[in-house]
């Protein structure tokens, strides 16, 4: 089995190590974020999917706080959609100017709002559209432009390879492939060949999703399509120390590798120090098992579902974020 990178390199932005954080709407706001890279192990994360169009709209609420970061995320990528290639380059600016070192796109978003709208995964059926917006954002920013997709439409429509060379060839720094079809949801394996077909096939970093719940996971993915990294959406709420196990798991890997004997821990009995949350209400070590303190334990179901309790988190850490000086970047400033 191959370890996960211990690095990754997009464009001019230093990933290590090579692992993810994926987008996901709801989740992954500026807490949950901190919480995750507090926690160890994760190189990049990245905003929940924002509206261009909502970028632009001055009184947009909703895109304001989706694209509201901290000093402390960097590396962090924002992700937008829409189908508007001037919106979208238009869009993908400001984020630059707001100080992301990352923009991607989204296209693989299956919700029938958005698809409605030609976009996220609607936009799959429509590959000279995206060619426009790859074109436009591309020319728009000097920051790494990204595209995260699903493998097609469905099984008759697979268009993944095809668009990871188009995206190579309008200069995008690199893709990432959730190997599912948008007919599949979150239904069914994700089908990691398809991940396989793409590093085949372009020379941009790829970077695969889709099912990783484990470490073992992590390094079958890497073992099996050759990506040069693993994003990890699902398995972050209910285990937030995955991406710390993965590097552990993989720096034993390694030892073994050199001789020293030592094996890669088992993801289970991956210890996580508390002093790596960097807050007082993180998690603890109890008996090499990860688990929560008493404070989070009392209002979540241990740590087995952090997400039950990130009301709480988010209490406890708006209460840490506002004891800082630094002032939360806003659209606003950026809008004319
Ligand atoms: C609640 C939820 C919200 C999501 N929101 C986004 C999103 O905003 N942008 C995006 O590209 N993918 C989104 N996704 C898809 C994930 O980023 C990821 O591709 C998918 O969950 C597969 O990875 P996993 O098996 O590791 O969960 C979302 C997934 C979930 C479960």
Not at 88 to 104: N, P, Y
Not at 216 to 232: F, L
Request: glycine share 10%; aromatic share 6%; net charge positive.
């Amino acid at each position: 089995m191959q370890p996960v990178p211990a690095k990754l390199t997009i464009g001019t932005v230093t990933i290590a190590p090579a692992t993810v954080l994926a987008p996901m709407a709801g989740v992954t706001d500026t807490v949950f974020r901190r919480f995750i890279r507090n926690l160890g192990g994760c190189g990049l994360i990245m905003t929940e999917f924002t509206s261009a169009d909502g970028v632009l709209r001055k009184k947009d609420q909703k895109a304001k706080r989706y694209l509201h970061f901290y000093e402390d995320e960097h590396p962090i990528s924002a992700q937008l959609f829409g189908s508007d290639p001037q919106v979208m380059a238009e869009a993908a600016r400001i984020v630059e100017d707001l100080g992301f070192d990352l923009v991607d796109l989204n296209l693989g978003c299956p919700a029938k709002k958005v698809v409605k709208c030609n976009g996220g995964s609607g936009l799959l059926r429509d590959l000279p559209a995206i060619d426009k917006i790859f074109a436009a954002v591309r020319a728009a920013v000097k920051i790494p432009f990204t595209v995260k997709f699903r493998a097609g439409w469905n099984d008759e429509e697979i268009v993944c390879v095809e668009l990871a060379r188009m995206a190579e060839s309008c200069g995008l720094a690199a893709v990432a492939l959730h190997a599912r079809t948008r007919e599949m949801g979150y239904s069914g394996n994700a089908r990691w060949e398809w991940i396989a077909a793409i590093k085949d096939a372009v020379k941009i970093p790829v970077i695969g999703n889709g099912d990783i719940r484990t470490p073992e996971d992590a390094c079958a993915m890497v073992t099996q399509t050759g990506c040069d990294a693993v994003m990890i959406g699902r398995t972050a709420p209910s285990n937030p120390w995955i991406f710390r196990q993965i590097q552990q798991y993989c720096a034993g890997m390694e030892n073994a590798g050199a001789g020293n004997g030592h094996v890669g821990t088992a993801a289970s009995g991956c210890p996580v120090e508390r002093s790596s949350t960097g807050f007082s209400h993180g998690a603890t070590r109890s008996a090499g098992r990860p688990t929560l303190s008493p404070t989070l334990r009392k209002h979540g179901n241990g740590a087995a579902d952090v997400v039950s309790c990130l009301p709480r988190i988010r209490r406890c850490l708006r209460l840490n974020l506002i004891a800082r000086s630094s002032r939360p970047r806003q659209i606003s400033d950026h809008v004319a």
